[in-house]
Nanobody
């Protein structure tokens, strides 16, 4: 099993910044893609950004140019630097990791961290 623990959420004024972190621990063989997703009240969970093991990122259109995803494979950690935050960024942010053990890949999820940007 792999556990993911997010940190760094909070309340920030519009235009401000936050940095989320997610650390993976447990019986880790190999972690491939890692990513951040978010779910606002009354809405479905949506992709924010993902990063491959080699560091190639992908972003949702709504965050491109404002958010930066990165990872440290030596620490099994993924980060999300969020700048120029907007009220519509308010959501619970979840970390996800694709864990590969031999030929099997399982996606693990964190518990989530709340980000609130008041309007």
């Amino acid at each position: 099993q792999v556990q993911l623990v997010e940190s760094g959420g909070g309340l920030v004024q519009a235009g401000g910044s936050l940095r989320l972190s997610c650390v993976a621990s447990g019986s880790i063989f190999r972690i491939n893609d890692m990513g951040w997703y978010r779910q606002a009240p009354g809405k479905q969970r949506e992709l924010v950004a993902t990063v491959t093991r080699s560091g190639s990122p992908k972003y949702a259109n709504s965050v491109t140019g404002r958010f930066t995803i990165s990872r440290d494979n030596t620490k099994n950690t993924v980060y999300l630097q969020m700048n120029s935050l907007k009220p519509e960024d308010t959501a619970v942010y979840y970390c996800a990791a694709d864990h590969q053990q031999w030929v099997h890949t399982t996606t693990f999820w964190g518990q989530g961290t709340q980000v609130t940007v008041p309007s």
